[in-house]
């Protein structure tokens, strides 16, 4: 059963989670957290990892320990739980000039770690095979994160191909029925296949990616939350788990956050990592704009006109850590309410 103090039933058999409990998070997924630091993402350095979960107990650093790239925030999928279907941001690809200026600076700063993810499909960009390759050669760890459903046996092999480190591929169910209601213009099927041919293709061609599969895990899954995990191991090399928190999207079978709306989580994110939007804006965390529920939440600036380092430097995000760091509420209004992480 998952750690007592993560989990607790509510009287009307809804469950809240406490994300922001680190030691009983990183203890429920102990087995996950070694095996993706055993096989490759030590190259980002002991420290780095340590500072994504407790970033309090170290300065703050120069230069964002990780960026969380944005190709596309469009989708083929309508998941039921996500936020992409609301359309709270307008819709697009990065062009090719934003994406050459990420990774210009990417490479310049010689930052260590680039995730690959969004509130989209990243392969549904039209020019995701290149642009995964150049980020591989840009960085020392890219982790990549797909439904692995609208994909050609091209896309499969340039990401394999391009040597990255982490493949996560997010599943809902070990139901046809299930995944497809969740996932909808998702194909249980398809979903099968693919990870077949990906498992293959990286075997034959010797790639070193660490292919894992994330369940995504809402209330009612907890009685067969150990069925779901045996289902899906032959598929991968690793299993890992994720809550599907409630987004304000309409899906009732999702966990609450514990904090509520008069209460200020303690956050990591102002400390590891900076996220890049396709259309090169900047916000304060990923979710700033779910807090605001407009365009980009708060925005710190946009990476066609400003550089890595005085986004993660400027006013708004010091203002932002130093208020986290010393509980100062009254400087980090945006945060009120927010689950965090």
């Given at each position: 059963?998952?750690h007592?103090?993560?989990?607790?039933?509510?009287?009307?058999?809804?469950?809240?989670?406490n994300?922001t409990?680190?030691?009983?998070?990183?203890?429920?997924l102990k087995?996950?957290?070694?095996?993706?630091?055993?096989?490759?993402l030590?190259?980002v350095?002991?420290?780095?990892?340590i500072?994504?979960?407790?970033?309090y107990?170290?300065?703050?650093?120069?230069?964002?320990?990780?960026?969380n790239?944005?190709?596309?925030?469009?989708?083929?999928?309508?998941?039921?739980?996500?936020?992409?279907p609301l359309?709270?941001?307008?819709?697009?690809?990065?062009?090719d000039?934003t994406?050459?200026?990420?990774?210009?600076?990417?490479?310049?700063?010689?930052?260590k770690?680039?995730?690959v993810?969004?509130?989209g499909?990243?392969?549904?960009?039209p020019?995701?095979?290149?642009?995964?390759?150049?980020?591989?050669?840009?960085?020392?760890?890219?982790?990549?994160?797909?439904s692995?459903?609208?994909?050609?046996?091209?896309?499969i092999?340039?990401v394999?191909?391009?040597?990255?480190d982490?493949?996560r591929?997010?599943?809902?169910?070990?139901?046809?029925?299930?995944?497809?209601?969740?996932?909808?213009?998702?194909?249980?099927?398809?979903l099968?296949?693919?990870?077949?041919?990906?498992i293959?293709?990286?075997n034959?061609?010797?790639?070193k990616?660490?292919?894992?599969?994330?369940?995504?895990?809402?209330?009612?899954?907890?009685?067969?939350?150990?069925e779901?995990?045996a289902f899906?191991?032959?598929?991968c090399?690793?299993?890992?788990?994720?809550y599907?928190?409630?987004?304000?999207?309409g899906?009732?079978d999702?966990f609450?956050?514990?904090?509520?709306?008069?209460?200020?989580?303690r956050?990591?994110?102002?400390?590891k990592?900076?996220?890049?939007?396709?259309?090169?804006?900047?916000?304060l965390?990923?979710?700033s704009?779910l807090?605001?529920?407009?365009?980009?939440?708060l925005?710190?600036?946009?990476?066609?006109?400003?550089?890595?380092p005085?986004?993660w430097?400027?006013?708004?995000?010091?203002?932002?850590?130093?208020?986290?760091?010393?509980?100062?509420?009254?400087?980090?209004?945006?945060?009120r309410?927010?689950?965090?992480?």
């Amino acid at each position: 059963m998952p750690h007592t103090s993560l989990l607790k039933i509510e009287k009307k058999m809804r469950r809240q989670i406490n994300v922001t409990d680190r030691i009983s998070r990183i203890w429920y997924l102990k087995r996950p957290y070694f095996k993706l630091i055993t096989s490759g993402l030590y190259r980002v350095g002991v420290k780095d990892l340590i500072r994504t979960q407790f970033p309090y107990i170290f300065p703050d650093t120069e230069l964002p320990p990780s960026i969380n790239l944005e190709l596309t925030n469009r989708c083929q999928l309508r998941c039921t739980y996500c936020t992409s279907p609301l359309k709270l941001r307008p819709t697009g690809f990065m062009t090719d000039s934003t994406y050459w200026r990420v990774i210009a600076q990417i490479r310049e700063y010689r930052i260590k770690r680039i995730r690959v993810v969004g509130n989209g499909e990243p392969t549904f960009h039209p020019n995701f095979r290149w642009m995964i390759k150049e980020i591989a050669e840009s960085t020392d760890y890219v982790e990549l994160k797909t439904s692995l459903q609208y994909v050609k046996d091209a896309t499969i092999e340039a990401v394999v191909k391009a040597n990255i480190d982490a493949i996560r591929i997010s599943v809902d169910s070990n139901s046809k029925e299930e995944y497809e209601t969740l996932r909808q213009g998702g194909n249980f099927e398809t979903l099968l296949t693919n990870l077949k041919k990906l498992i293959r293709t990286r075997n034959s061609l010797r790639g070193k990616s660490l292919i894992t599969i994330t369940v995504m895990l809402k209330p009612s899954d907890q009685e067969k939350e150990y069925e779901m995990m045996a289902f899906w191991k032959p598929y991968c090399d690793l299993v890992s788990k994720q809550y599907v928190l409630d987004m304000k999207t309409g899906e009732s079978d999702s966990f609450l956050a514990t904090t509520s709306s008069e209460e200020w989580p303690r956050c990591s994110f102002p400390f590891k990592e900076l996220k890049v939007f396709w259309d090169g804006n900047v916000p304060l965390c990923k979710y700033s704009h779910l807090q605001t529920r407009d365009d980009i939440g708060l925005p710190l600036g946009n990476i066609n006109t400003d550089t890595i380092p005085t986004l993660w430097n400027g006013p708004i995000m010091k203002q932002y850590r130093n208020a986290h760091r010393n509980r100062n509420t009254a400087a980090m209004p945006i945060c009120r309410g927010c689950f965090g992480t």
